[in-house]
């Protein structure tokens, strides 16, 4: 095992090699349209936000210097929500006052309404007095003007674009879209939807692919299924990386007869590396064509799901200018069952994790952990990531398990 390279060696490697974002066009487009798209520029926030004090509750504003003095005092306005207090606020008065309304100048409490009363004659009595500042919400106290709101190299997802939307910002400067081009390599390989003939299997990777580069904002370009054939391996991979940032095959980089990927991408480009210590995905291979980034990942769907988001999944993030995209973090959990392992391979094991009554993780394998057996995928919620040099392990002890971030919701 000694000439496969660490998953880490791997992914610095990757990160050294890629270009930096300062390189990737970027362009202006509507907030509406910039889901899952990358932010190419910190954005300051043109404006306070609260733009103006305001009170947090349904109540009165009142000055606590006259609250010193009385416990009641007479009713002199409202104010609510869109419709301000008109006027100047004279002291020794409260004002009637909405959330969100803006705050009489002068005032500097809310006592909400619960804790107030009318008095016969109209007044309104406070039975407690309020802190300075109670229930106000100050100016600026969210985001002032010229803060950074949103960082760049950021994905704008519901959370940010609706942050984008309060400051009243239309309109954002976001990295191009990154164009890969897949393929699935295999003469036994057939397109859903057709008749299966003996020894054919369906095309599952592609179909898998296309639906994560979709979650990673990618514009995506199907190049279909290559047969095994270097000629053709040769005109396809050629003809993607005109059109493509990024080719990414499946099938065909083992040391089998019918596995080409890696000789025809010597002969039109370059391997960076190739052979991982991670099971499954051993034979994942990075490298470049004359115009595009490559990956090759293994056939067996399990394996190709697995590189693709161990390594295809930080390659993108990179290329697509999303600077602050992070890994999921890490956690110990306790195993319920056994688990088999080989010393010599870091392994991605397919696990189900939950908290049980004590409040403790614990995290069991699921099914079969054959790189074959894809059904046994959906049954997860997390890798069991079991280190190179670990062996068997035992019921009962501890390891680190990567719950799946959004790319496999
Ligand atoms: P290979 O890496 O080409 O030797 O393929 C390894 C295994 O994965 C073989 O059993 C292939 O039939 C299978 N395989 C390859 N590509 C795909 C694909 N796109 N969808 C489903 N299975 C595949
Ligand atoms: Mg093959």
């Known amino acids: 095992m000694a000439n496969l390279l660490s998953l880490s060696q791997a992914l610095s490697l990757i990160e050294q090699q890629l270009p930096c974002a300062e390189t990737i066009a970027t362009e202006i487009i509507n907030i509406t349209q910039a889901q899952n798209r990358i932010c190419a520029e910190d954005i300051t926030s043109p404006i306070n936000v609260p733009a103006f004090d305001n009170s947090a509750m349904d109540g009165y504003a009142v000055r606590l210097a006259d609250l010193a003095e009385s416990d009641s005092l007479p009713l002199a306005g409202k104010s609510f929500a869109g419709s301000p207090f008109q006027g100047q606020w004279q002291d020794k008065t409260t004002i009637r006052i909405m959330t969100g309304a803006m705050l009489p100048q002068g005032t500097d409490a809310v006592v909400m309404q619960e804790d107030t009363e009318q008095n016969p004659d109209g007044t309104i009595r406070f039975k407690r007095i309020p802190r300075l500042?109670?229930?106000?919400?100050?100016?600026?106290?969210?985001?002032?003007?010229?803060?950074?709101?949103?960082?760049?190299?950021?994905?704008?997802?519901?959370?940010?674009?609706?942050?984008?939307?309060?400051?009243?910002?239309?309109?954002?400067n976001v990295y191009r879209r990154l164009k890969v081009a897949i393929l699935s390599t295999g003469?036994?390989?057939?397109?859903?939807?057709?008749?299966?003939?003996?020894?054919?299997?369906?095309?599952?990777?592609?179909?898998?692919?296309?639906?994560?580069?979709?979650?990673?904002?990618?514009?995506?370009?199907?190049?279909?299924?290559?047969?095994?054939n270097p000629t053709l391996f040769e005109q396809a991979f050629m003809q993607a990386q005109q059109q493509a940032d990024l080719v990414i095959t499946s099938g065909g980089v083992s040391v089998g007869e019918a596995d080409f990927t890696k000789t025809v991408l010597e002969k039109v480009g370059k391997i960076n590396f190739w052979k991982l210590a991670i099971k499954p995905g051993k034979p994942f291979t990075f490298g470049q064509l004359p115009q595009a980034w490559f990956c090759g990942l293994p056939g067996n769907p399990v394996s190709a799901l697995v590189t693709f988001y161990q390594l295809v999944q930080p390659i993108i993030a990179k290329l697509s200018g999303h600077t602050q995209w992070q890994p999921s973090p890490q956690l110990i959990a306790t195993t319920a069952t056994p688990l088999k392992k080989s010393v010599g391979r870091l392994d991605f094991q397919r696990g189900f994790y939950w908290l049980d009554q004590q409040g403790n993780l614990?995290?069991?394998?699921?099914?079969?952990?054959?790189?074959?057996?894809?059904?046994?995928?959906?049954?997860?919620?997390?890798?069991?990531?079991?280190?190179?040099?670990?062996g068997n392990v035992n019921a009962g002890e501890q390891v680190t398990i990567e719950p799946f971030n959004e790319l496999l919701g």
């Not at 008749?195 to 514009?219: A, H, S, V």
Request: glycine share 10%; aromatic share 6%; net charge negative.
């Open 362 to 390: 614990q995290v069991k394998p699921v099914g079969f952990q054959g790189s074959h057996i894809f059904s046994a995928f959906v049954a997860s919620n997390c890798f069991i990531v079991l280190e190179q040099e670990r």
């Open 133 to 172: 500042n109670e229930n106000i919400r100050c100016c600026g106290e969210d985001l002032q003007q010229g803060q950074i709101a949103l960082k760049k190299g950021e994905k704008l997802t519901a959370l940010s674009l609706p942050l984008l939307a309060s400051l009243g910002i239309s309109h954002v």
């Open 187 to 228: 003469d036994e390989l057939v397109p859903v939807g057709q008749p299966l003939q003996t020894g054919q299997i369906y095309d599952t990777n592609r179909f898998c692919i296309k639906l994560m580069l979709n979650k990673m904002g990618c514009e995506v370009i199907d190049c279909g299924i290559l047969p095994d």
